[in-house]
């Protein structure tokens, strides 16, 4: 018997989400009915704190990019939405930022096709997108999570960083596809930001 119910530690986990990113997010209720409440908490509070010091260090665009990559190689449609959905916000609002209205090469739809496609395919897609983009100093880091994805091992405090991502990620990704979560949105503050996704919007539509 769990001392603490699951739909209370469901919402709780659902409420901060909903405060932190704008949405509440689906995958709570599955990571709290796989884990019980308790332990649920514990590890979102131990995770999460080294998230958001990967979020500092790296910036939103690689650690979403990164994360959105993990979840296309690991055929997780739930993440790849919920990161993807927030790089492209975030590389939308850095175009912006330097006076364009440049939105991703691939669109949502695009990187949806992409998952469950080998590793090598994933990559050479990004890499490709990412040159248009603008973005080459992103492209090392997709083969560099897939090396660290495999072996397993850290040369150095980046790889450490990567390391952590894939666990934290692999954790969260296997009970998404096993609950088949339903997508839902941005896994981000930026979509807290209603104006600049309806900009996207529109960008994302002048583009097609």
Known sequence: MRLIPDRLGANTLK????????????????????????????????????????????????????????????GCRY????HGSAFQLHYFAAAEAAGHDWVFPLTDDDLLALVGADADTIVSVLDDALTEAGLPDEVPWLSRLVRV????????????????LVKMFDRLIVVAK?????????????NLDHELRDRYARARAAAS
């Not at 997010?25 to 080294?50: E, P």
């Not at 993440?79 to 919920?82: A, E, K």
């Not at 994805?149 to 952590?164: N, V």
């Open 15 to 74: 409420g901060v989400s909903g405060r932190v990113w704008g949405v509440r997010a689906n995958v709570m209720d599955d990571v709290v009915a796989a884990y019980g409440t308790v332990r649920s908490m514990w590890w979102f509070g131990r995770s999460m704190s080294r998230y958001d010091k990967i979020m500092a260090e790296w910036g939103p665009i690689r650690t979403h990019l990164v994360v959105t990559t993990l979840a296309m190689v690991s």
């Open 178 to 190: 096993a609950a088949s979560t339903e997508p839902d949105e941005a896994h981000d503050p930026i």
């Open 79 to 82: 993440h790849t939405v919920g």
């Open 149 to 164: 994805r495999e072996t397993g091992k850290a040369t150095d405090a980046d790889d450490k960083r990567l390391r952590h």
